[in-house]
């Protein structure tokens, strides 16, 4: 079994900036895609950003240029550096990962962005 423990959500002005972080933990072989998906009330879940391996990256659009996503293999851990955060950029936010025995998701970390 894989755990995901995410940390470095709460609440931050709009224009502000967070990290976030995501560990795994387990049994790990080998995990090929890791990223973060995130949920707003009433609205389905949705691909923030994910990176492969080697370090490839993907991002939706809403989040290009403001958002920058990062892992330590080393570590089993991802990152996602959120900058010029917006009111709608409010969600839970869910780490993600998947290597052979299957995909797994975090708990969710609480991302407000208000004044």
């Known amino acids: 079994q894989v755990q995901l423990v995410e940390s470095g959500g709460g609440l931050v002005q709009p224009g502000g900036s967070l990290r976030l972080s995501c560990a795994a933990s387990?049994?790990?072989?080998?995990?090929?895609?890791m990223g973060w998906y995130r949920q707003a009330p009433g609205k389905q879940r949705e691909l923030v950003a994910r990176?492969?391996?080697?370090?490839?990256?993907t991002y939706s659009d809403s989040v290009k240029g403001r958002f920058t996503i990062s892992r330590d293999n080393a570590k089993n851990t991802v990152y996602l550096q959120m900058n010029s955060l917006k009111p709608e950029d409010t969600a839970v936010y869910y780490c993600?990962?998947?290597?052979?025995?299957?995909?797994?998701w975090g708990q969710g970390t609480q991302v407000t962005v208000s004044t």
């Open positions: 993600y990962a998947e290597q052979i025995t299957g995909n797994y």
């Open positions: 387990g049994s790990i072989f080998s995990m090929n895609i």
């Open positions: 990176i492969n391996r080697l370090g490839s990256t």
